[in-house]
């Protein structure tokens, strides 16, 4: 029997683990405390189980038989690289400040994901800087996320 | 100034003239062009514009100061239908349902279209949220009275079971979305004790996840990943149909806004449920009465029209318990009183007698304010839809900077940022192996609400408050869209419909 055990399973299965240490964690809170968020965890629990069953029975309904099951792994390179650039934007922030991450962001993605001209890339660089340094910091005079490495530069 | 007794009309004739003098005009102009900017950045609303705005409001007179915070108030939810539509990214909380057709449409290269309609039926919602403001001024006592925790309770409870409608074709990850949602928006201190739940020690979690963060992870973030991935740009069609054809479709479907603006007054008039809870109804309900359905969530007008209409309308009804007790429903209520409280307006009884012209002054501005900003944006229509066809390597880091922004701007903290780049990644894996996201939105939204509401009423009512006549009506309701929402799942389910 060849059944695939895909991304959507696992999800079910990361849903009730994930609600399951939530109902562990919150079993020694006060009873109004832990009424409502307990009660949600128990009917999250049992309807996800429920749904897992139920379509793990249809793939299993649908499969050929005489085929052992197998883990299918879908997961692509292109969205890991997305999602470091994401991850990238928030460590740059973190250390730069919001402002300089961004438009370093800016340019990089443009000029090195993007491959863009430099002159584009620069001046829609240039734009974004801009639109937040004169709306944000100058008219409404937001202080903008500050990076700690100016804090360790002093 | 008007005394106690004077006839309505009178006040009534007297907010207009108040309305149409030059500082009024200019203060409010500046108003609703303040307003609009702040709508259109996603994370950035009323509540941000208004917050900034009050440092301002001493330095004018009473009725300038009124102009500039009610012209801002007002026009902030029918600017945030433009990025929802063109970019997924709500401008706005209550522009959260608007995503779920305009963004598909905007990739059908029909954003002129959704545009063009959104902003029709947010005129019309506005419109018609201050008109059922006006008409309920010689009501407003018995209204507000009507209502207390139990039918809030039932009302939160008739938001939920709308999830049946938005589950897709698999009811129990539709439920299971819902439940989630509920249990992330538990995280924090809870309504009852202060306890903290689920914050692992980290102080960040103490305080609640917003509902913006989540909102732009789950569908903005996660869909401008999804193209950057595939390399798409959000339309590769040119705009067939312009502005003027969405304006067209919202009078065709006129019976729906007029429905969508009654439900937006009527769930903003509830003290906590909001824009957010309208427009998510609204849609909901469309879904349910609307034929044929099998567009809703790929790019029918009528999904934008109706939240659209709702979001706005909910203004009007959210005025009705501030203006008649000084009791804020909201957020952004909170902080039009304290605007009112600072120009020397004391909301209430006592501001029903004294100024009632003041009272229609507001309602004519919140009027005003959604016809002129209204037009300012359907000019604008044309040029703002062809944002769609920009290359998605050049709008995937703007985009994903406006969302940043947005993120950051309330609280300036960094790990809004990781917040949001959480639920990108819940959404993009929901998104890609069809699990509904609106139900986790719809939970995360009405999770707090149930439970606050739930313990209210069990101390004040007991187990009796399921007998009160309203709630009643309320539950019969729920029950009704829970059999609806299911034979909607299952005529999607059959063959023939696929």
Not at chain 2, 219 to 236: N, R
Not at chain 2, 258 to 284: D, E, H, K, Q
Not at chain 2, 314 to 328: H, K, N, V
Request: charged share 15%; with cysteine; hydrophobic share 55%.
């Amino acid at each position: 029997m060849k059944v695939k055990i895909d991304k959507e399973d696992i999800f079910h299965l990361i849903i009730i683990f994930v609600a399951s240490i939530g109902l562990c964690v919150g079993r020694t809170w006060p009873y109004e405390t832990g009424l409502f968020p307990r009660t949600v965890a128990i009917i999250v629990i049992i309807v996800t189980s429920l749904s897992f069953l139920l379509e793990f029975y249809e793939k299993i309904k649908k499969s050929k038989p005489g085929k052992n099951i197998i883990v299918k792994s879908e997961f692509g390179k292109n969205a890991l690289i997305n999602f470091a650039w994401l991850a990238a934007y928030i460590i740059s922030t973190w250390l730069f400040g919001y402002v300089v991450a961004s438009s370093l962001y800016v340019f990089l993605y443009l000029k090195v994901k993007g491959k863009l001209s430099w002159i584009v890339s620069i001046m829609v660089t240039v734009g974004a800087f801009a639109f937040l340094e004169v709306v944000f910091v100058i008219l409404l005079r937001i202080r903008m996320l500050p990076g700690v490495l100016w804090n360790w530069l002093g | 100034m008007l005394k106690g007794g004077d006839s309505l009309v009178d006040a009534l004739l007297s907010g207009i003239t108040q309305l149409l003098t030059p500082i009024y005009i200019l203060m409010f102009s500046l108003g609703t062009i303040i307003g609009l900017f702040f709508g259109i950045l996603p994370g950035l609303d009323g509540v941000t514009g208004l917050a900034l705005l009050l440092p301002f409001v001493f330095m004018l007179e009473k009725k300038a100061a009124l102009a500039l915070i009610l012209g801002m108030s007002a026009i902030s939810f029918t600017a945030g239908a433009i990025t929802s539509i063109l970019l997924g990214a709500p401008g706005t909380s209550g522009s959260t349902a608007t995503i779920m057709d305009g963004f598909p449409m905007a990739k059908k290269g029909l954003a002129g279209k959704a545009i063009g309609a959104a902003i029709t039926a947010s005129i019309f919602g506005g419109v018609f949220g201050a008109v059922v403001l006006s008409l309920t001024i010689p009501i407003f006592k018995p209204l507000v009275l009507m209502f207390g925790s139990a039918e809030f309770l039932a009302m939160t409870i008739l938001g939920i079971s709308l999830v049946a409608v938005l589950c897709g074709e698999k009811p129990l990850r539709g439920i299971t979305s819902a439940g989630v949602g509920i249990l992330i928006s538990q995280i924090g201190a809870d309504p009852i004790m202060g306890l903290y739940r689920w914050t692992f020690g980290i102080t960040y979690l103490q305080q609640k996840i917003s509902v913006v963060l989540v909102a732009l992870g789950l569908f903005a973030l996660a869909e401008i990943i999804d193209m950057a991935i595939q390399g798409m740009p959000i339309s590769t069609r040119q705009s067939t149909q312009g502005k003027f054809d969405g304006v067209l479709e919202t009078f065709k479907n006129w019976k729906l806004t007029l429905s969508s603006s009654f439900i937006g007054a009527v769930t903003g008039f509830m003290p906590g449920l909001g824009s957010a809870v309208a427009c998510w109804i609204s849609y909901a309900l469309a879904m349910i009465t609307c034929k044929p359905k099998d567009q809703f969530g790929k790019g029918d007008i009528r999904g934008v029209i109706a939240p659209e209409a709702a979001n706005n309308a909910s203004l009007g009804g959210a005025l009705i318990p501030t203006i008649a007790f000084g009791i804020p429903g909201g957020t952004l209520m909170a902080l039009l009183l304290s605007a009112f409280w600072m120009i020397g307006l004391r909301p209430g009884p006592e501001m029903l007698r004294r100024n009632l012209d003041i009272v229609y002054l507001i309602i004519w501005t919140i009027a005003l304010s959604n016809i002129i900003g209204g037009i300012i944006l359907l000019i604008w229509t044309d040029k703002f839809a062809k944002i769609a066809m920009i290359r998605i390597e050049i709008l995937a880091p703007i985009i994903t900077l406006v969302i940043f922004l947005g993120a950051v701007i309330t609280n300036m903290n960094i790990w809004d940022l990781w917040v949001v780049f959480g639920f990108c990644l819940l959404g993009w894996v929901m998104k890609k192996i069809n699990w509904p996201r609106p139900p986790l939105l719809m939970g995360f939204i009405l999770g707090p609400l149930i439970e606050r509401f739930y313990f209210t009423t069990m101390m004040v009512f007991g187990e009796k408050w399921v007998m009160r006549p309203m709630v009643l009506i309320i539950l019969l309701m729920a029950v009704f869209f829970l059999i609806i929402g299911y034979k909607t799942v299952r005529n999607a389910r059959k063959p023939s419909n696929r």
